[in-house]
């Protein structure tokens, strides 16, 4: 075994540690709308569910170029955000939305993405996305002294693809997300074998 102590790391090392050993993560694509109008589009794959009721989900926006991330800020003006799940096919535009743009610019535009207006907030939804979660902001918790700051909303609405869903039962399909799972660095990886255990009683 080999033992690093953090005191030894800098944050960029410790990402680098952390990114590589959190696998797979899945990935938020988060829209949000400026105050001016400006659309922006990001993957987070610091992200995770935090409450089941009322439905709650979370990601994690570290600082860019001393400041907050468009996501970020877009997010503390207007207090929503659309939680959107790519699937594999999406991987080349979900990587590209990644690329630093300044605010002004819209990811979104840039990339062609059709969009669908949202039902409760005014962030536009990424069409083709199988998964969509209109979020009202709730609370943003700053962690380290890094600039880490997890923001976290409040599901308004779940929107899904037919074959994704069975609405009488509410089971998902997965696989028919295909969703897109993140690995450290630039490695992506897609659902591999699936194993089937016992239900707990
Ligand atoms: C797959 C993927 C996952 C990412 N996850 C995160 C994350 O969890 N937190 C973060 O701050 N940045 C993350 N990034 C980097 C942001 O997407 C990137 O900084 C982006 O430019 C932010 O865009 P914005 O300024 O429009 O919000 C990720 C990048 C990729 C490609």
């Known amino acids: 075994m080999q033992t690093i102590l953090p ?3 800098d944050a960029k090392q410790a ?33 995770t569910s935090v409450s089941n009721k009322p439905p709650m989900v979370g990601i994690n926006i570290g600082q860019e170029y001393g400041g907050r991330k468009d996501t970020a800020r877009n997010i503390l003006e207007t207090q929503e955000f659309v939680v959107n799940v790519a ?12 690329d630093h743009h300044p ?35 709730c609370q ?13 909303g409040e599901v308004v609405a779940f929107h899904f693809r037919d074959d994704v869903i069975d609405t009488e039962t509410l089971r998902i399909n997965s696989l028919a997300i295909e969703p897109i799972c993140r690995l450290g660095g630039p490695f992506y990886a897609a659902l591999g074998e699936v194993a089937k255990m016992r239900s707990r009683s």
């Open 140 to 152: 943003m918790i700053p962690f380290g002294t890094g600039g880490s700051e997890f923001y976290v």
């Open 7 to 9: 005191e030894s790391l």
């Open 103 to 137: 605010p002004d610019t819209s990811e979104i535009e840039l990339l062609g993405l059709a969009t669908q207006v949202s039902t409760h907030i005014k962030a536009p939804r990424i069409a083709q996305a199988p998964v969509q979660m209109e979020c009202r902001f």
């Open 87 to 98: 699937a594999w096919q999406q991987l080349e535009d979900l990587h590209a939305s990644a």
């Open 15 to 47: 990402y680098k540690l952390l990114t590589g050993v959190i696998v797979p993560r899945p990935i938020a694509w988060v829209s949000t709308i400026s105050t001016d109008g400006v659309t922006n589009l990001a993957p987070f794959s610091y992200f």
